[in-house]
């Protein structure tokens, strides 16, 4: 919540004091105009009394209303209507939803989702206002309300709003559970408990709560019919096609059609394991009310396909198949694009490999490199992983219970770890098969099992369509994304590949930062997002392809192949390649010498021989519990449990850190093999530690991700690596530079005891002596900067 201040518009006092004994007892405290002297006592309210709640709720917003005040006009209509719905005040909550409309539309950079946002509330307050003292049945009030506003709608903006609509349960592409909003107003009316007083801040975060809860509470079991009869109005909808692939398989698809489409038309391919009926309409509706056909493809085995899910090693052929039947239907001008994030950005490249006539570009977003960054990384196996192929794969649709049974997945890593059992066990420890799981342990190596899911080496040459990938600085599928570029690059140095960056995570680097409500997202684990990089992925997709389908012009924030947000400078940057994101580097040598409670990165090579002795006992469990102390990209603590930390001296002036960072370590080490982890991190001026990036990779494996070549014990090693995590951040005179680097030895991944025998068959038996490594002074770090 941003500082509240006086406002040269006031809301005006609408509310009346409380009185008797209720949960909540709200007490101006201060006497003063300033809000932030402002504040509210504040007891328990009992939840499960929902008619003793409401009423407490209408009068803490009557209070909130009349002592309100906000500079910023448009924050203050946000909060005002929301305040006004809580209150009973449906007219005023009409008029500040109509004000706040015709503000945003104003604005330059006012889109489809502005036009979009609040529509369901605006159709809610409608809905009660119609109702009337006289008592109309709220369902009859929101049907005629509903019907309304969605006459004056145009299908791109009837879209997102029908999406925004989503009530069901468990499912990712619900964007408003009831049940989960409500969970949500325990957890915020939680977060006040054993407090006396309420400050303004508290007491709006609480109201809102309320809001959403009390809103989609009313209208959540109304709206499936009423979206479905405005669908058929605008659509043509084809569910459950059967599609044969050339092996004798079959798959699944829907699509959808505008009504109003004259001639044949461009589609647009979603190619998904992810059989969720809301979500892959709501993707499907979308594309066509921007003027294509859209179309959902699903894995052989998933919705009406009767063969069994296997994940990724048929999909590039099955939506091949599904490309060329869709160039064959009459609706169709044969030409097929395909966007996703995720799982859905690995089939745009199963399906390029293949390259059928029909394909023409590629959107993948967030995309993920089987073999390469799941269910492994730099070779090393994530045990978050784990539970995936029981969510996907266990039935047509989607096993919602295995993906939300946290407790389970934490429960079985902390067994098996403190077990000292091989990995491969994890299914016996956890009690149910996993052969999925299984099968990819079989294959440790980057091999043909790997190599035969997407375009490998001269494979990329082949694929030359426009391509436009986005991924975010915290994205985990970010090496992935990187991996299918550089290879692009690499073997097609013509292609039309466009890459677009920023500091996003996993979902914000496929959907932006405005959310399926309108609202706008702006810190991500403790990083407030630059103004400049607040974008909406969805609405780059659609300029995406109209400029390639429909001679559109080009997405502005394309202005070279790479496009990338600085954080801190607050711009975005444009250059032709990767290497070109700097135009120096900035070396740092890991030194045995101190600086405080760390170890000094030194801009000049150590002199002598000194060592850092590096130790990890691999069969001590004692940290099985352990939580790590520092969890968000801005933190004040920095973890170095198993690790070693370099800090380097204050940066003398303003530099940009832009791009891939590499390095060299020169070591000796009493084992065959382990695994590392080096972390990137900014110190700055008030001592604030900034995650920028890190590589992960078994060693081994790091001059050969194929082929393993074990580590001489005893003799000096050298290994040269290459992270494939960008980041781009400004770092102002003062900030320093750290690295942390860690020998991986925890409950949520592998653990190597170096022996070379197969890590999934290893245990804590074969741990023997504690791993020693001695790090040389030789080790560097190169950083890409830009002065």
């Given amino acids: 919540m941003p500082l509240l201040r006086r406002a040269r518009r006031g809301a ?37 009394d929902s008619v003793a709640l409401a009423g407490t709720m209408a009068r803490l917003a009557d ?146 709560a309320y809001q959403l809860e009390e809103s989609y509470r009313h209208f959540a079991s109304l709206t499936g019919p009423l979206v479905a009869e405005d669908d058929r ?134 995309t993920v490199a089987p073999g390469i960054d799941v269910p492994m990384e730099g070779n090393v196996f994530q045990s978050f992983v784990y539970y995936w192929p029981l969510y996907t794969t266990t039935g047509k649709a989607l096993d919602y219970g295995a993906l939300n049974d946290r407790a389970r997945w934490q429960r079985l890593n902390h067994d098996w770890y403190v077990s000292g059992r091989a990995y491969r066990d994890l299914d016996k420890i956890d009690g149910t098969p996993n052969p999925v799981f299984g099968r990819w342990l079989d294959h440790p190596s980057y091999d043909a099992y790997w190599q035969s899911m997407i375009p490998y080496r001269e494979e990329f040459a082949r694929i030359d369509i426009p391509v436009l990938t986005t991924t975010g600085y915290y994205d985990g599928g970010q090496i992935g994304a990187l991996h299918y570029l550089m290879q692009h690059y690499r073997y097609n140095p013509g292609a039309e590949h466009y890459l677009v960056v920023g500091p996003y995570d996993h979902f914000r680097g496929q959907r932006g930062t405005t959310s399926s409500l309108g609202d706008e997202f702006n810190v991500l684990a403790g990083y407030e997002i630059d103004s400049v990089a607040h974008i909406d992925v969805g609405e780059l997709r659609y300029e995406w392809f109209d400029h390639v389908f429909k001679g559109g012009p080009k997405p502005a924030l394309l202005k070279d192949r790479i496009n990338y947000e600085v954080m801190g400078a607050n711009v975005w940057k444009h250059a032709p390649s990767l290497d070109a994101m700097s135009n120096r580097t900035l070396r740092f040598h890991l030194s045995a010498l101190r600086s405080g409670d760390l170890y000094r990165l030194s801009t000049q090579k150590p002199p002598g021989h000194a060592v850092i002795t590096h130790q990890v006992d691999l069969a001590d469990r004692s940290d099985a519990d352990r939580m790590s102390p520092a969890n968000g990209i801005v933190d004040r603590l920095l973890d170095t449990w198993n690790s070693v930390a370099f800090v380097s001296d204050p940066l003398r002036q303003s530099t940009e850190i832009s791009g891939l960072f590499t390095g060299q370590l020169d070591f000796v080490i009493n084992k065959h093999d382990v695994d590392l982890a080096i972390g990137l991190y900014e110190l700055t001026p008030d001592g604030e530690y900034v995650a920028l ?95």
């Fill in 233 to 366: 109005r605008r659509y043509v909808i084809e569910k459950d096609i059967r599609v044969s692939t050339p092996d004798g398989a079959t798959v699944c698809a829907m699509l959808v059609r505008p009504r109003v489409a004259k001639g044949r038309l461009p589609a647009l391919l979603e190619f998904t394991i992810y059989a969720d009926s809301v979500a892959t309409f709501n993707e499907a509706r979308r594309t066509a009310s921007n003027g294509y056909v859209g179309v959902e493809g699903f894995t052989r085995g998933k919705g009406c396909s009767p063969d069994q899910p296997v994940p990724y090693e048929h999909d590039g052929s099955d939506a091949a198949a599904v490309i060329d039947w869709i160039s064959r239907q009459a609706w169709s001008d044969g030409r097929v694009g395909m966007y996703g994030g995720s799982y859905n950005g690995f089939t745009q490249w199963a399906a390029a490999k293949h390259m059928p006539g029909a394909l023409k570009a590629l959107m993948p977003s967030v």
């Fill in 12 to 48: 005006g006092v609408l509310g009346t004091p409380l009185t008797g004994a209720l949960s909540f007892v709200v007490v101006a405290l201060c006497a003063t105009p300033r809000l932030a002297a402002q504040s509210f006592r504040l007891t328990s309210p009992n939840l499960t």
């Fill in 63 to 208: 209070q909130v209303l009349g002592a309100y005040r906000e500079n910023d006009w448009r924050t203050a209509l946000d909060d005002l209507f929301r305040l006004q719905i809580v209150a009973g005040r449906n007219a005023a909550a009409a008029h500040s939803l109509a004000e706040l409309r015709a503000l945003r539309s104003s604005q330059p950079n006012a889109t489809v989702q502005t036009r979009a946002t609040n529509v369901q509330y605006e159709i809610y307050v409608r809905a009660k206002i119609l109702q009337g003292p006289g008592g109309r049945p709220f369902p009859q009030a929101f049907a005629q309300a509903f019907r309304e506003a969605f006459a004056g709608l145009d299908d791109r903006t009837s879209a997102l709003v029908a999406r925004a609509f989503n009530t069901c349960r468990g499912s990712s592409a619900c964007v408003a559970d009831p049940a989960t909003l409500r969970d949500e107003l325990r957890q915020a009316i939680g977060r006040q408990q054993g407090k006396t007083e309420l400050s303004l801040a508290d007491a709006l975060s609480l109201l809102r």
């Fill in 693 to 787: 990036s890190y590589y992960l990779a078994r060693a081994s494996y790091v001059r050969d991700n194929s082929r393993r070549q074990p580590l001489a014990t005893g003799l000096p090693q050298r290994l040269n690596f290459k992270s494939g995590r960008l980041t781009s951040r400004k770092f102002p005179a003062g900030s320093r530079l750290v690295v942390v680097l860690t020998v991986v030895k925890q409950p949520s991944a592998q653990i190597n005891y170096g022996t070379m025998k197969d890590v999934s068959d290893e245990t804590v038996a074969d741990a023997g002596e504690a791993l020693t490594i001695q790090w040389s002074g030789d080790s560097f770090i190169d950083v890409p900067a830009w002065r």
